[in-house]
């Protein structure tokens, strides 16, 4: 079985601050791991996605994440947020037939 | 390099009523996934479709199947409509035969159920 927490429904932070999303797997084979973001009224857009290969893994619009299998996590990182990073942002495990999505993490940049 | 279309973007019914939701692929892609995303929660696994066959369904009833054409294509149908099927419908694509599990979301639709 499959599944992700995502930590925290909603994050603010002040524009320039380090951004951190926090996503927690469970799967029982190796995982394929992604990170979606999605604005209002959109689709989820690609962000980026460990398939096993490097453990930091560098996604669009200066996102990073990295893969930590001794605490099955795979956190979302910005060094300094920007006001156009306010979306909510999805974490979800694969590999499979489908994806496992979390439950989604608002985030507010303040001005 | 057009990316997952799909169509409509707005629909709304009424209880009982039928609705089909359309997709189109992304260029090179040869799988389709639907999900539903009900309002402030991650979008839920319905069904994929993999040379015209449905390959894996999630938990959802039989009111909801679909349909994948020799282009690709894909449709969602729901039965029976109820209240609580109002949701964004979301169609994914990936290359299954390229060994990728990469999926590429459309817009999607919004359904309004009253």
């Known amino acids: 079985a499959q599944s992700v927490t995502q930590l925290g429904s909603h994050v603010s932070v002040s524009e320039g601050a380090l951004v951190l999303l926090r996503c927690n797997y469970s799967?029982?084979?190796?995982?394929?791991l992604f990170w979606y973001v999605q604005y209002p009224n959109q689709g989820l857009q690609l962000l980026l996605k460990?398939?096993?290969?490097?453990?930091l893994v560098k996604g669009i619009n200066g996102f990073e994440a990295e893969f930590k299998k001794s605490e099955t996590s795979f956190h979302l990182t910005k060094p300094s947020a920007h006001m156009s990073d306010a979306a909510e942002y999805f974490c979800?495990?694969?590999?499979?037939?489908?994806?496992?999505f979390g439950t989604g993490t608002s985030l507010t940049v303040i001005p | 390099d057009a990316g997952v279309t799909q169509s409509p973007t707005h629909l709304i019914k009424t209880r009982g009523q039928q609705v089909t939701l359309r997709c189109s692929p992304k260029?090179?892609?040869?799988?389709v996934s639907w999900y539903q995303q009900a309002l402030g929660q991650g979008p839920q696994f319905i069904f994929q479709?993999?040379?015209?066959?449905?390959?894996q369904r999630g938990n959802f009833p039989d009111r909801f199947s679909g349909h994948q054409f020799p282009n690709y294509s894909s449709e969602l149908n729901v039965n029976a409509l109820l209240l609580g099927d109002s949701a964004l419908y979301l169609c994914?694509?990936?290359?299954?035969?390229?060994?990728?599990?990469?999926?590429?979301f459309g817009p999607g639709t919004r359904l309004t159920v009253l």
């Open positions: 799967s029982s084979v190796p995982p394929y």
């Open positions: 479709y993999y040379e015209e066959e449905e390959r």
């Open positions: 979800a495990v694969g590999p499979g037939n489908q994806f496992y």
């Open positions: 260029s090179g892609h040869d799988t």
């Open positions: 460990y398939t096993s290969a490097a453990t």
């Open positions: 994914a694509s990936s290359f299954l035969a390229g060994g990728t599990d990469t999926q590429y």
